[in-house]
């Protein structure tokens, strides 16, 4: 973990003097626009350079620059800046995401926010979170009703067709639905302030350092069908089991 939370202390050198500055924004390209700034790539530079000296044999997922060694036993998962979205309009709801897997399997993960100096990360059985220098350990929180339940997703253009349709289906079912957050979502919902995640066409970058903050919070994350979540696409996260029971219920329907 000690590597994990260097590697973030760098990225978030690299990435803080362009929040907010007016950096310049590219398009990866497709039909949909897919933005990517300097800070993306160099922060993902930053992070590869450390780990191509500390860990030669290991695997990297990384979003900028593709997989390098994905047969490798272990393999460290990278989105430099996971929400460019809100990163190039200003808000503080993207983050830096680290994670690592042995055989496929989620080891460890961490999210970190350095503007707002916020920072969640698993342990072995457990999940913390720090603030401005002090340290705990957070949960989610029970709620095993869709009516109470308070659901995040990261933007309404995540879902189209049949998708768009069973994501409706959710969102009637709940107390209250808010738009926005990406990882800090996920995060949110580890510390308990929200009950409830659903996105779709996720990379598996987007989710694999999330599965051990979710799980060791205790919380529950899968495919919209309560399947295996790591390879992304449609995720389904929830603070409560049997809350994620009755979405999967919704959401299959």
Not at 102 to 124: H, I, K, N, V, Y
Not at 136 to 148: D, M, Q, V, W, Y
Not at 175 to 192: I, K, P, S, T, V
Request: proline share 6%; aromatic share 8%.
């Amino acid at each position: 973990m000690a590597t994990a939370h260097a590697l973030a202390d760098r990225a978030g050198a690299v990435i803080l003097p362009h929040f907010r500055s007016g950096c310049a924004v590219d398009h990866k390209g497709g039909d949909a626009f897919d933005p990517v700034t300097v800070a993306d790539r160099d922060a993902e530079t930053a992070i590869r350079e450390t780990l191509a000296s500390a860990y030669p044999s290991y695997g990297i997922i990384g979003e900028e620059f593709g997989t390098l060694r994905p047969d490798a036993e272990y393999c460290w998962v990278i989105d430099p800046i996971d929400g460019t979205r809100a990163f190039i309009v200003g808000q503080p709801l993207w983050g830096t995401l680290i994670g690592l897997t042995r055989a496929g399997a989620p080891l460890l993960g961490l999210m970190d926010q350095p503007f707002t100096g916020e920072r969640f990360w698993s342990g072995e059985s457990e999940t913390f979170f720090r603030h401005e220098r002090a340290t705990r350990t957070i949960g989610t929180r029970p709620c095993p009703a869709l009516g109470e339940a308070l659901l995040g997703a990261s933007s309404p253009d995540l879902f189209a067709g049949e998708d768009e349709r069973r994501f409706a289906a959710l969102s009637r079912a709940v107390r209250l639905r808010r738009f926005g957050g990406d990882c800090y979502n996920y995060c949110l919902l580890a510390l308990g302030q929200i009950d409830l995640v659903a996105e779709a066409g996720l990379k598996p970058f987007d989710i694999l350092p999330l599965i051990p903050i979710i799980e060791r919070a205790g919380g529950v994350v899968s495919s919209w069908e309560g399947g295996d979540p790591r390879q992304g696409g449609r995720i389904l996260a929830a603070g409560d089991p049997r809350l994620h029971a009755a979405a999967v219920e919704v959401l299959t329907g």
